[in-house]
Structures are given as C-alpha cells and as structure tokens.
C-alpha cells in the first residue's frame, strides 16, 4: 500500500521561508508525476505544483510561481516544496499526491497534509 507522509510545516513570518517533504513508502510504484496542493479553512483544495518523475519537468500555479519550488529525489522517492516569500494567505494545509497517469486530471495517492501559518 503506497503511503505519501508529509513533513516541515510549521509557523513562520511573512516574508520567511519553509521547506516541505513528502516521502513515498509502501513500495516502488510507477508515476507520473507528484504534486503539491493547499486547503485553507473554508476554501476548495487548490493546485499549487507539479513535477514529473521522470525528466523532472515543473509546473506552478500563478499564486505560487517565483517563490515556491518543486524538486525531487527519486533515488529517496520523496518530493520537496521549497517556499520562499511567504504570504499570510499561503496558510493552509499542504497535501502532496501522486499522479499515476498523464493522461487525466486524478491524482491517485495522497498524504494526510502538513500545516502551514503565516503570521503577518
């Protein structure tokens, strides 16, 4: 059973900066891509970022693109979020999943989330 645990949220000022680890056990499996999203309370789960597995091509939503990072280590199976300039409104919950096809839209495999506070 693959299992996606997230690690380094915490609480940090605006303007600071925090990175997030996602680690992938259970197993080898075969994906696409890993993706970040975020939950505040009240709002849907929205899409932050995405990298392939293989050739490790990336992908932001505008929110995020010039502060956040994606990278990963396959050889670790674990995917990072480096978070840069953060903003009051990046508060959330942050989830990574894993996406085993490129041709849809589902991610298959999720973690139970990470949270992150921004004070102003």
């Known amino acids: 059973q693959v299992q996606l645990v997230e690690s380094g949220g915490g609480l940090v000022q605006a303007g600071g900066s925090l990175s997030l680890s996602c680690a992938a056990s259970?197993?080898?499996?075969?994906?696409?891509?890993m993706g970040w999203f975020r939950q505040a309370p009240g709002t849907e789960r929205e899409f932050i970022a995405r990298?392939?597995?293989?050739?490790?091509?990336?992908y932001y939503a505008d929110s995020v693109k010039g502060r956040f990072t994606i990278s990963r280590d396959n050889a670790k199976n674990t995917v990072f979020l480096q978070m840069n300039s953060l903003k009051p409104e990046d508060t959330a919950v942050y989830y990574c999943?894993?996406?085993?096809?490129?041709?849809?839209?589902?991610?298959?495999?999720w973690g139970r989330g990470t949270q992150v506070t921004v004070s102003s």
């Open positions: 999943a894993a996406k085993l096809s490129a041709y849809d839209s589902r991610y298959d495999y």
């Open positions: 259970g197993g080898t499996f075969s994906r696409y891509a």
């Open positions: 990298i392939t597995w293989i050739g490790g091509n990336t």
